[in-house]
């Protein structure tokens, strides 16, 4: 079964902390998506990645498509970065059924 | 623009009733979804439509029915309420295919209980 597995589950840091969140999956796929969820619910996309880094502000996606892996890394975490992070990806020859979303990574920055 | 939205916000149903959750956008994009995310799991795949008059099954449509009738308007018919139906409901929104490699742009969600 194609599966989408991110460590870890929950992690809380000090401010100022160099963060680093893991996801791995089982198969090639086409896309790799990174999602920020509030603590309110709202769910922003943040990242899509097939190759390479990406970087916006203190965020900063990559991936490493040998060894299907990707991490999410915020520097200088700040409070509000206090949220669920959340790896989706599309399976290679899934055709068009959508995302396989991993379970989240519970992310708590104290001041 | 609004971009993505969804009505009513939370609702509680019996078991047995139906109802239709809402899903607008104004961003004129062809691709939208609905997903459920359950405590604890990742949000899963009900239905996907990739322009008016057409519609998939995702990963989980058992129990659920849509219609695309505009670019706007996605609604989520869910039939005969039943308590495994208790989640939360997000509705998204893509210029281009997920799958491709498109942003998607979620709603707030519907937090839905079937007592």
């Known amino acids: 079964k194609n599966e989408v597995e991110q460590s870890p589950q929950n992690l809380t840091a000090q401010e100022g902390e160099f963060i680093t969140i893991n996801c791995s999956y089982s198969?090639?796929?086409?896309?790799l998506h990174w999602l920020q969820q509030h603590p309110g619910g709202g769910i922003v996309s943040l990242f899509m990645?097939?190759?390479g880094k990406k970087k916006h502000g203190r965020l900063i996606a990559t991936i490493n498509i040998q060894e299907k892996h990707s991490s999410l890394h915020i520097t200088a975490s700040h409070p509000r970065d206090s949220a669920v992070y959340i790896c989706?990806?599309?399976?290679?020859?899934?055709?068009?059924?959508?995302?396989?979303f991993g379970k989240g990574t519970h992310l708590i920055i104290q001041p | 623009n609004a971009g993505v939205t969804q009505t009513p916000k939370f609702r509680i149903l019996k078991i047995g009733q139906s109802m239709t959750l809402q899903c607008t956008q104004d961003?004129?994009?062809?691709?939208m979804y609905w997903y459920r995310q359950d405590p604890g799991m990742g949000l899963k795949l009900i239905y996907y439509?990739?322009?008016?008059?057409?519609?998939d099954k995702g990963e989980v449509p058992n129990g659920y029915n849509v219609s695309r009738s505009t670019t706007e308007d996605f609604p989520l018919r869910l039939e005969l309420a039943a308590p495994s139906q208790t989640s939360v409901y997000f509705c998204?929104?893509?210029?281009?295919?997920?799958?491709?490699?498109?942003?998607?742009?979620f709603g707030p969600g519907t937090r839905l209980t079937v007592l």
């Open positions: 998204a929104s893509s210029y281009r295919f997920a799958a491709s490699g498109g942003h998607q742009f």
């Open positions: 198969v090639g796929i086409s896309a």
């Open positions: 990645l097939s190759s």
């Open positions: 989706a990806v599309q399976f290679s020859g899934g055709g068009a059924d959508g995302l396989t």
């Open positions: 961003m004129n994009h062809n691709y």
């Open positions: 439509s990739v322009g008016a008059g057409i519609t």
